[in-house]
């Protein structure tokens, strides 16, 4: 049976977020790796060692870009392991470098993010990039944060 390889990309440790990571670290046999854009926000109140009970890692680019990151996509699954990403953004270009990869290949890819505003006005430039990305990443699984089931893209 193959193993799993799990790895997370999100901006930074929060409470909720550190449960589940401890969580799938204490009680499974994935091998997890949390890659953090920022390991720590001024701007976010709590103050615990939210990274401490499971594997991380934080992001370090050059050029805007972590080489690391955009080398583990690439490298994708073999015959031992299966390769899964959760991206918890899409806010920064490593996101979006990830995203392209693991499209291009054929990746496990899935999106974890708040509910997309479906309403909003969008601006003349923001509109055609919102509606290329819904096209591009379709055979993504996307979860939504008000726990509404995964799947294609809204």
Not at 1 to 21: G, I, T
Not at 40 to 56: A, C, D, I, R
Not at 86 to 106: A, E, K, P, Q, T
């Amino acid at each position: 049976m193959k193993s799993v390889e799990l790895h997370w990309v999100v901006d930074s440790p929060s409470p909720y977020n550190a449960q589940l990571f401890e969580h799938i670290a204490q009680n499974t046999d994935w091998k997890q790796l949390v890659h953090y854009k920022n390991m720590s926000l001024g701007t976010h109140p709590w103050k615990s060692e939210l990274t401490k009970n499971h594997p991380v890692r934080a992001m370090q680019p050059r050029f805007g870009i972590d080489w690391q990151l955009v080398r583990t996509a690439f490298s994708g699954s073999n015959t031992q392991t299966t390769k899964w990403f959760v991206v918890g953004s899409w806010n920064d270009v490593n996101y979006w470098l990830v995203f392209l990869v693991l499209i291009l290949r054929g990746g496990n890819l899935v999106v974890w993010t708040d509910t997309p505003n479906q309403t909003r006005k969008r601006s003349c430039l923001k509109k055609p990039a919102r509606n290329g990305i819904k096209m591009a990443i379709s055979p993504v699984y996307l979860c939504y944060g008000n726990r509404s089931t995964c799947g294609g893209f809204t």
